[in-house]
């Protein structure tokens, strides 16, 4: 384990409150122990939220890279058009 370094930090009074309640209900031992999870929830959060963009990012590359043939709006809304009308007609179909 890392040796420890102490900090000095400034909270807002709704997270003192918060965190001496976690202390006194014994979720924790110390207002350190609180922030320590806290740090780690948040890199957590920011691993996640980086494996997330990368993931993103890695799609539109490979979108960008399809070379497979592209469809124009206009060829899109056809094909919408023509599914719903099918999908529509057999909901009458059943419904009657």
């Given at each position: 384990m890392e040796p420890?370094?102490?900090l000095s930090v400034t909270v807002t009074p709704?997270?003192?409150r918060m965190i001496r309640e976690?202390?006194?209900d014994?979720?924790?031992g110390s207002a350190s122990e609180v922030i320590r999870a806290a740090l780690r929830a948040f890199q957590r959060e920011e691993e996640e939220h980086a494996e997330r963009m990368a993931s993103i990012r890695a799609r539109v590359?490979?979108?960008?890279?399809?070379?497979r043939p592209?469809?124009?709006g206009?060829?899109?809304r056809a094909h919408l058009r023509g599914f719903v009308a099918r999908h529509?007609?057999?909901a009458d179909d059943s419904a009657a």
């Open positions: 420890a370094e102490k709704a997270m003192a976690k202390v006194e014994g979720s924790f590359k490979a979108s960008i890279e399809d070379t592209g469809y124009s206009e060829e899109v529509s007609s057999r």
